[in-house]
Nanobody, 121 residues
C-alpha cells in the first residue's frame, strides 16, 4: 500500500497559478503510475491528468490540457501538478492517486485525502 499526502491547495484569483504536490510513502519502490483527480461539490470525481512510472508518458483531460502539467520526481517520491491560467470552474478538491496510467478512478489502488483549490472570479 502507498500512503499519499497532497499539499499546495489554496485560494487564487482567476488567471493565477498553483502547484500541488503529493508526497508518497510506503510501498513506493515500485514507482507506480499515478494520477490527479478532482471533485467539485455535488459532482462526481473527474480525471485531471495521469503520468507513467518513469514520467515518460502523460495524458490530460481536455478541460485542463495546455494549462496544467503533471510531473514526478521519483527520487523524492513526489508527484506534482502545475496549474496555470486557473478558472473558477477549476474549483474542487484535488486528489492524487497511485496504481495506474488511466483516466478511470476505479483503476487506482491508493488515494490521498485531497487538497482544496478555490479559484475566485
Amino acid at each position: 500500500q502507498v500512503q499519499l499526502v497532497e499539499s499546495g491547495g489554496g485560494l487564487v484569483q482567476a488567471g493565477g497559478s498553483l502547484r500541488l504536490s503529493c508526497a508518497a510513502s510506503g510501498r513506493t519502490f515500485s514507482n507506480p503510475a499515478m494520477g490527479w483527480f478532482r471533485q467539485a461539490p455535488g459532482k462526481e470525481r473527474e480525471f485531471v491528468a495521469t503520468i507513467s512510472k518513469l514520467g515518460g508518458r502523460t495524458y490530460y483531460a481536455d478541460s485542463v490540457k495546455a494549462r496544467f502539467a503533471i510531473s514526478r520526481d521519483n527520487a523524492k517520491n513526489t508527484l506534482y501538478l502545475q496549474m496555470n491560467s486557473l478558472k473558477p470552474e477549476d474549483t474542487a478538491v484535488y486528489y492524487c492517486a497511485a496504481g495506474a496510467y488511466s483516466g478511470r478512478p476505479t483503476d487506482y489502488n491508493d488515494w490521498g485525502q485531497g487538497t482544496q483549490v478555490t479559484v475566485s472570479s
